[in-house]
C-alpha cells in the first residue's frame, strides 16, 4: 500500500511516496471529470503497489486530481490546526478537573516543577493549555505523562550547569509532548531536549535571546532530541528571514560521521500520540 501526501514533488523511502500539500483547503472534491479525485491537502493511501496516475486541475494549476478511479474509495487523512487540536484534545477530554490545568497568559518554568508538574506528585497524566507562550529555564521532573498546548510561542533556553543545558528524562512511560501554535525556539546553548515538539507554525534549533524576539543564529554546539519534531504549518514559515534554514547547528569538528542534530524515535510515543495528530476523513460522494 502506498501512502500519499499530495501537493509537491514527493520522497521515495522504503516503498512509501511522500508528498506535502499547498494549502489547507479541504481534502478533496470532484475533479471535473467522472472519476477523477481533486486533492487539496492530506494523505491519501492507494491500494496499488506503483504511483498512481495524476493530471492538473484545468481550475488551478496547484491542484492535483487523482485520475485512477479504483483509487478513489480509498480513505484520506488530514492533520488538524491548532485550534483544532486544542478543541479536540484539550477542550473536549475527559480526564478530571485536577488533571486539565489552563495556565493564563505568557509562562515561565523556573523549577522542576512549577507551573507544569509531571512529577510523582501529580495526579495524574496531565494536559496544560498556555494561553499566552512559555520560557522553559528549568529541567522538567517527568514522572507522569503530559501534554502542553501552547498558544504563543515556546522557548526552551535550560542554560544551567544541572542537568548540563539539558531538558532531560529517564522515564520509559512517560513522556512530555509540546503542541504550539506559535514557533518553537530551542536556545543554541541547550545540548538535548527529551520530548516531542508539535509546531504549526516554524522551527529553529539554534536561537538567541529571550521571547517575544529571539534570533535565530548558527552555533557550533550539537543537539540531540529524543522525541519527534512534526512541524505541520504548510510550508514552514522560514527564521528570520525568507529561505533561512531552520536547523542551524554544527558540530564543531565538521565530521560527518558525528551529526550535529540527532533525532532519536522514542517508541514510546506511539502509546502518547496515537490520537494526538491525525484523523481519519469521511467523505461522502454522489455515484451515477
Not at 521515495?12 to 478533496?28: E, S, W
Not at 489552563?102 to 507544569?116: C, K, R, Y
Not at 527529551?194 to 524576539?213: E, K, R
Request: net charge negative; glycine share 6%; with cysteine.
Amino acid at each position: 500500500m502506498l501512502l500519499i501526501k499530495f501537493g509537491l514533488p514527493g520522497l521515495v523511502l522504503a516503498g512509501i511516496i511522500i508528498a506535502f500539500p499547498p494549502t489547507t483547503q479541504p481534502a478533496q472534491a470532484a475533479c471535473p471529470s467522472t472519476g477523477k479525485i481533486k486533492i487539496f491537502n492530506g494523505f491519501l493511501s492507494a491500494a496499488q503497489d506503483t504511483p498512481p496516475s495524476f493530471s492538473v486541475d484545468p481550475d488551478n494549476p496547484n491542484i492535483l486530481c487523482l485520475t485512477d478511479a479504483d483509487d478513489a474509495v480509498i480513505p484520506q487523512f488530514s492533520f488538524p490546526t491548532y485550534t483544532e487540536h486544542l478543541s479536540f484534545y484539550f477542550d473536549r477530554a475527559t480526564l478530571p478537573a485536577a488533571q486539565e490545568v489552563v495556565l493564563v497568559g505568557s509562562q515561565t518554568q523556573g523549577s522542576t516543577t512549577s507551573p507544569i508538574d509531571l512529577s510523582a506528585s501529580a495526579p495524574g497524566d496531565m494536559l496544560y493549555h498556555v494561553t499566552g507562550s512559555l520560557t522553559v529555564n528549568s529541567n522538567i521532573t517527568i514522572n507522569k505523562t503530559g501534554v502542553v498546548f501552547i498558544d504563543g510561542d515556546l522557548l526552551i533556553n535550560i542554560l544551567d550547569a544541572a542537568p548540563n543545558n539539558k531538558l532531560t528524562h529517564t522515564s520509559n512511560s512517560a513522556g512530555l509532548v509540546f503542541v504550539v501554535g506559535g514557533n518553537v525556539y530551542i536556545d543554541g546553548g541547550v545540548s538535548q531536549v527529551d520530548a516531542v515538539i508539535v509546531t504549526h507554525n516554524a522551527f529553529c534549533s539554534s536561537s538567541s535571546g529571550s521571547l517575544p524576539t529571539p534570533t535565530c543564529d548558527t552555533v557550533n554546539n550539537p543537539l540531540t532530541i529524543n522525541g519527534s519534531v512534526i512541524l505541520l504549518n504548510n510550508p514552514p514559515n522560514p527564521i528570520p528571514t525568507p529561505g533561512d534554514p531552520n536547523f542551524k547547528r554544527n558540530n564543531n569538528s565538521n565530521d560527518l560521521n558525528s551529526p550535529a542534530e540527532t533525532i532519536n524515535y522514542q517508541s514510546k510515543y506511539l502509546v502518547i500520540l496515537k490520537d494526538i495528530f491525525s484523523r481519519d476523513l469521511t467523505i461522502w460522494s454522489e455515484i451515477e
